[in-house]
């Protein structure tokens, strides 16, 4: 009986060693479970940063390109008016480019009829003489006076019209 009851002794204690052999064994397999598990909280406490910095620089990125869109179209308004003005300034340098083509021409018409008037009174310079001699004697019929008076007359008459109707078109 001492010889089972040691027996049983030597089992039980080759059993307890076999489960402390089996503890250790479980507990570093459990060490190795907790850093591999820390380790993963760690992996996705920092994939939670890495998503949340994503987030963050997406929102500032969505906001950037709101603003880049809306200044975008500020640009292309701005453009269209700038076109529209630059348009509207082209037919003004056209219109004055007209107006003063036609200033032109009627200066050269006014030259043309200086040089014809300037010629008609050298023509006439001799018939001056003449009249001023004719003054000299008195005369009953007045028409000799009045008519170049009258002509005169017509003649910055037919200017002034002619002006007129230059510029009013």
């Given at each position: 009986?001492?010889?089972?009851?040691?027996?049983?002794?030597e089992?039980?204690r080759a059993?307890?060693?076999?489960?402390?052999?089996?503890i250790?064994?479980?507990h570093?397999r459990?060490?190795?479970?907790?850093?591999?598990?820390?380790?993963?909280?760690?992996?996705i406490?920092?994939?939670?940063?890495?998503?949340?910095?994503?987030?963050?620089?997406?929102?500032?990125?969505?906001?950037?390109?709101?603003?880049l869109?809306?200044?975008?179209?500020?640009?292309k308004?701005?453009l269209?008016k700038?076109?529209?003005?630059?348009?509207?300034?082209?037919?003004?340098?056209?219109?004055?480019?007209?107006?003063?083509?036609?200033r032109?021409q009627?200066?050269?018409?006014?030259?043309?009829e200086?040089?014809?008037?300037n010629?008609?009174?050298?023509e006439l310079l001799p018939?001056?003489?003449?009249?001023g001699?004719?003054?000299a004697?008195?005369?009953?019929?007045?028409?000799?006076?009045?008519?170049p008076?009258?002509a005169?007359?017509?003649?910055?008459?037919?200017?002034?019209?002619?002006?007129?109707?230059?510029?009013?078109?």
């Amino acid at each position: 009986m001492e010889a089972d009851k040691g027996a049983e002794l030597e089992r039980s204690r080759a059993e307890i060693r076999g489960l402390r052999s089996e503890i250790q064994n479980l507990h570093s397999r459990l060490e190795v479970a907790s850093n591999a598990s820390s380790e993963a909280s760690a992996e996705i406490a920092r994939l939670k940063l890495q998503w949340s910095d994503a987030v963050a620089e997406k929102q500032v990125a969505d906001e950037r390109l709101a603003a880049l869109t809306k200044e975008a179209e500020t640009d292309k308004l701005n453009l269209s008016k700038m076109t529209a003005n630059f348009s509207q300034l082209s037919l003004q340098q056209a219109s004055d480019q007209l107006q003063l083509d036609i200033r032109r021409q009627e200066c050269e018409d006014l030259r043309a009829e200086i040089a014809s008037v300037n010629a008609r009174i050298r023509e006439l310079l001799p018939y001056e003489r003449f009249r001023g001699a004719a003054n000299a004697l008195p005369h009953t019929n007045d028409v000799a006076k009045t008519l170049p008076v009258a002509a005169e007359r017509a003649v910055r008459t037919a200017r002034r019209v002619r002006r007129r109707a230059l510029t009013a078109s």
